[in-house]
T-cell receptor
Framework: AQSVAQPEDQVNVAEGNPLTVKCTYS??????LFWYVQYPNRGLQFLLK??????LVKGSYGFEAEFNKSQTSFHLKKPSALVSDSALYFC????????????FGQGTELSVKP | NAGVTQTPKFQVLKTGQSMTLQCAQD?????MSWYRQDPGMGLRLIHY???????DQGEVPNGYNVSRSTTEDFPLRLLSAAPSQTSVYFC?????????????FGPGTRLTVL
């Protein structure tokens, strides 16, 4: 079965420092991976996706993610964190079965302090 | 475009009551889905639809019904509400492409079952 795991419930970063939100996956074959962000009392917003090609994927709001097949990881990164980046981040993998639904990790709360 | 809209935003039910959560999208998306979000559990898929007249079960379908009579609308029905259905419900849609395209999420419905 396809799955993703986000090993950290919370990540704390100082404003201006680089941030990393971790995600590992378990998928048979080539994975289709996604990152979404949820701001308080809002729905999820798409950040970026990896389907194929370059292992470094660039997305919205200055975020990028690195696909690492040997480590089965898809970590979300940003060179310089902003207080406004504080939110809940979800990693997801597309299920290879019928319908191609998304399977989400449990989420990581990112807190960026001034 | 309004995107994905959900009504109501908040709802309180008593155990055993029934209700319908409304979801509509104006992007002509074929794929629509319902998720529930519970603390520490990420998003779990309830039901999904790959087009009008076609629906299928997700990870946690028990106690919920759906129908897709039009491309735009995808209502979720709670047949007999239970406290375990207290959650935040999100509707999402995407264009076809095997769900490789980003999903657009509604703002959510916060449901409390007493």
């Amino acid at each position: 079965a396809q799955s993703v795991a986000q090993p950290e419930d919370q990540v704390n970063v100082a404003e201006g420092n680089p941030l990393t939100v971790k995600c590992t996956y378990s998928v048979s074959g080539n994975p289709y991976l996604f990152w979404y962000v949820q701001y308080p009392n809002r729905g999820l917003q798409f950040l970026l996706k990896y389907i194929t090609g370059d292992n470094l994927v660039k997305g919205s709001y200055g975020f990028e993610a690195e696909f690492n097949k040997s480590q089965t990881s898809f970590h979300l990164k940003k060179p310089s964190a902003l207080v406004s980046d504080s939110a809940l981040y979800f990693c997801a993998v597309r299920d290879k079965g019928k319908g191609g639904k998304l399977i989400f990790g449990q989420g990581t709360e990112l807190s960026v302090k001034p | 475009n309004a995107g994905v809209t959900q009504t109501p935003k908040f709802q309180v039910l008593k155990t055993g009551q029934s209700m319908t959560l409304q979801c509509a999208q104006d992007m002509n998306h074929e794929y629509m889905s319902w998720y529930r979000q519970d603390p520490g559990m990420g998003l779990r898929l309830i039901h999904y639809s790959v087009g009008a007249g076609i629906t299928d079960q997700g990870e946690v379908p028990n106690g919920y019904n759906v129908s897709r009579s039009t491309t735009e609308d995808f209502p979720l029905r709670l047949l007999s509400a239970a406290p375990s259905q207290t959650s935040v419900y999100f509707c999402a849609s995407s264009s076809t492409g095997g769900n490789l395209n980003e999903q657009f999420f509604g703002p959510g419905t916060r449901l409390t079952v007493l």
